[in-house]
């Protein structure tokens, strides 16, 4: 299973973003989605979480800003970012629980930057 995120970028503060993360592979069923947030030399946060049915959490910071979705037909997991700040320029990752040929197991896709200029 590999997870393969895009859509980061530059964008100047009050901008909007979208990142995009497509799980591919031998995959039965995908229960938990989420994106986390990493600067460098820092621990890796949970910026938000979608179960299979739909419910949602978000980190404080980004709540009424970012928006998380899926798609469970094209095992896709979306983060809309609005209303974007300085503070919010990080490496962001997905992150999906699997259940595939071998079993279960967590999957991190590669990074992607998000840099938000003041």
């Known amino acids: 299973v590999q997870l393969q995120a895009s859509g980061g970028g530059l964008v100047q503060a009050g901008g909007s973003l979208r990142l995009s993360c497509a799980a591919s592979g031998t995959i039965f069923r995908i229960n938990t989605m989420a994106w986390y947030r990493q600067a460098p030399g820092k621990q890796r946060d949970l910026v938000a979480a979608?179960?299979?049915?739909?419910?949602?959490n978000y980190a404080d910071s980004v709540k009424g800003r970012f928006t998380i979705s899926r798609d469970n037909a094209k095992n896709t997991v979306y983060l809309q970012m609005n209303s974007l700040k300085p503070e919010d320029t990080f490496v962001y990752y997905c992150?999906?629980?699997?259940?595939?040929?071998?079993?279960?197991?967590?999957?991190w896709g590669q990074g992607a930057l998000v840099t938000v200029s003041s």
């Open positions: 979608i179960t299979d049915d739909g419910s949602t």
């Open positions: 992150w999906a629980e699997v259940f595939g040929r071998l079993g279960s197991g967590s999957f």
